[in-house]
């Protein structure tokens, strides 16, 4: 989709839109973004990337990302649902200018957790995560696993406790002085990294997982831009659809 420039809102929102049922067997994305000097964008898709069973391939979503200088770009690809038999293999390469930063989240699913007696928790055959973010050529953060499957309950237990969903964040730029404590039954963990930048990892039921790594994500993206106190990209504008996936919730009386 074309970008949308919100009225009000410091950042245009650029959504990726899959006219597929989702990623299936064999299927690769290649997806080429260049964040020009000085502009501010959010970039994420319109909904899950749902990764359908595997029946003799993987499929695949591969990024190719470069960040001018005095550019601010936030990806949150959406969150990633493995079904049962799934393979799928993420691969991210950022290249960032001297002063371009970058935000990238990522939220991984259980699978089709809600589904009673057919439930496919844990049951995919493998995901692989593979990120690199550089300036200049110079490696800043590299972020890789292999997860495979299905994973026997010890195994759940090992990664993920009792949890259905976790989160990580990097953002190449300085941390916010402190974060909001996170909501009852929602772990994440905060830790500097060399180059100035740091990570989060969460760990936590998926709609809390969601909201906090968002919430984190558009505050210090704000904060960057506009200075502590700005409020969070997008989060208040109408220009954002109430049922998109990282959307505030409804107000229940």
């Known amino acids: 989709m074309p970008p949308f420039d919100l009225g009000g809102e410091p950042a245009a929102l650029l959504y990726l839109i899959n006219l597929t049922a989702g990623l299936l067997d064999g299927d690769g994305h290649l997806i080429e973004l260049v964040s020009r000097a000085g502009t501010r964008a959010v970039v994420t898709g319109q909904a899950a990337s749902r990764v359908h069973p595997a029946v003799g391939s993987f499929s695949t979503q591969q990024w190719a990302v470069e960040v001018e200088d005095d550019a601010v770009l936030v990806v949150l690809p959406g969150p990633t649902i493995p079904y049962r038999g799934s393979r799928y293999y993420q691969r991210g390469r950022v290249d960032l200018s001297p002063t371009g930063r970058i935000l990238w989240g990522d939220i991984w699913l259980a699978g089709r957790y809600e589904r009673g007696a057919a439930s496919e928790r844990f049951v995919f055959d493998r995901i692989v995560q593979d990120l690199e973010f550089r300036r200049s050529g110079l490696l800043l953060y590299r972020d890789r696993f292999r997860w495979d499957g299905p994973w026997t309950p010890d195994a759940v237990e090992w990664h993920l406790g009792d949890a259905l969903a976790t989160g990580s964040l990097y953002a190449s730029g300085p941390p916010p002085a402190s974060l909001p404590e996170p ?56 220009g954002l659809a109430p049922n998109h996936w990282f959307s505030a919730p409804p107000a229940r009386p």
Do not use: H, K
């Open 183 to 238: 909501a009852p039954g929602l772990r994440r963990a905060a830790f500097p990294l060399d180059d100035a930048g740091f990570c989060v990892r969460w760990c936590g039921p998926p709609a809390l997982v969601t909201e906090d790594l968002v919430r984190t994500t558009l505050s210090l993206a704000a904060e960057w831009t506009s200075g502590p106190g700005s409020p969070p990209w997008l989060l208040r504008s109408s």
